[in-house]
């Protein structure tokens, strides 16, 4: 089994940043790409962030590109990955899910992530 959990999530007001992180850890944890989804309206979940195992190929959605960054470190123990929020603005206001693939590479689609942590809330005032 693989667990994940977020943290670092919060209420800031528009323009601030935060920065989350999903610590993963279990048996074998490699080899597994990670994204970040949050509720969207109209649709299930939009993928805001992914990263591959080997943090070579990153996706950002249009809604948050050249706001978010993301890192990932899997020399720690647990495995960690950190999306940066920047710029934030209110529409981000959303709970934060974290989820891990059994593969290396990021696709999008809930269908195609196995594990999925708790979630963290983050809130933007205006």
Partial sequence: QVQLVESGGGSVQAGGSLRL?????????SNY???????????EREFVAAISWSGSSIHFAD????R?????????????VYPQMNSLKPEDT?????????????LEGDYEYDY??????????S
């Fill in 68 to 80: 978010f960054t993301i890192a990932r470190d899997n020399a720690k123990s647990p495995v960690a």
């Fill in 21 to 29: 992180s999903c610590a993963a850890s279990g048996r074998t944890f």
């Fill in 63 to 66: 809604s948050v590109e050249g």
């Fill in 94 to 106: 959303a709970v934060y899910y974290c989820a891990a693939r059994t593969a290396s590479s990021w």
């Fill in 116 to 125: 999925w942590g708790q979630g963290t809330q983050v809130s933007v005032s």
């Fill in 33 to 43: 790409a990670i994204a970040w989804s949050r509720p969207a309206p109209g649709k």
